[in-house]
């Protein structure tokens, strides 16, 4: 015989000792007498002496009021929080994109192209090399080579990383279409014939206004709390011990020779635009050169702005007002460092000289900063 439960139990958030009813749905051959009718809303019920007790579906109505009541309008973003936003939006774009939305996006970056050699705008964040964390520019460039080939089914095109260009940096990059074009840029990249020209913006203005430095370059641990390796100096000379003069010192055998040449273009609110010319490809050569050398870093590098710890990268309070920022949003801060021109040598063809347009947040800093332009390379 199928009949009707009522099942009790305890806990009413709303009285603490009453009993509360749980109502079981009746089976569809189940009879109720009038006096088994029960109040549907257990709001609607209240036991002796106690306060009304509420359904799940009382609740669920109370949570839907709550969403449909019109929340109060969030404040207003300052300019600062605006600007911590996009400097961090930008900082996480493309890195994580389908390797397809990559190739559509350095395919209209192409800024030059020719039988041998193909030169694209490198965005910022992205690597060249492969990396498991995020999606480099190795390997999209079959996708990117079928693009530039009209996405033929049958092609034997492709592209080859040549000159690489680190995460952090924008600018030109060169890619290859051959083996051949491989070797044979390296082999005028050896005997300097291929001249890189970058633009960085530095905290501190570089005396002499212009010249060379020329410094080898060693990998060394970091010890302290946080163990970590960074590229540091390794000078050929020292002060003596009158400390009127220097003294030649063996040189280290696990240092790279390592030479910059640097000129200020313009300078203003303690900072500098400074173009760089490497001479030399040791691993982050210009961002220590400028950083232990010339006492300048290269604005946005958290990595060689300290030698003994790893931190965000400390601005004078001059330059933060004038960027918009605040110290603790600084880690949001690209590094300014950008491939702005490459001249190549051709054998049958006259040589190309490419110039790549700075990018946007490059651009903003320079205004924010009012450092100008060479008037006659303006990037407008």
Known sequence: MNSCRRI?????????????????????NCRQGPEAARP????????????????????????????????????????????????KRFSQQLQNVHPNVLAKHLHK????????????NKPYGVPVQDDPRVTSISSVLPVLSKMMDGMKVRSDSQLLPCLGLEKETTGVLLLARSEEAVEHILNQHRNNQVQRKYWVITVGVPVPSEGVIDIPIIEREVTGPRPHY????????????????????????????????YRVLDSSSGCSLVELQPFTGVKHQMRVHMAFALACPILGDHKYSHWSKLAPQKLPESVLGKLGLEQSKIRYLPLHLHARQLTLPGPSRPDMDVFCPLPKYFTQTLKRLYLNLPEDKDDK
């Open 109 to 120: 970056s192409v800024l030059y192209q020719d039988k041998d050699v193909v030169v694209i």
């Open 8 to 28: 009790a139990g305890t806990g009413d958030w709303t009285s603490g000792l009453n009993t509360v009813f749980f109502r079981v749905k009746p089976r569809t």
């Open 230 to 261: 960074k590229m540091a100096l390794s000078p050929l000379y020292r002060m003596n011990d009158a400390g009127d003069g220097v003294t030649k010192v063996r040189a280290h055998r696990q240092a790279h020779p390592a030479v910059t040449k």
């Open 40 to 87: 549907h809303s257990r709001s609607q019920a209240t036991a002796a002496g106690g306060k009304p007790r509420l359904t799940a579906m009382d609740l669920a109505r109370k949570v839907q009021q709550e969403k449909a009541t019109p929340q109060p309008a969030e404040a207003p973003m300052s300019k600062q929080q605006r600007r911590v936003m996009e400097l």
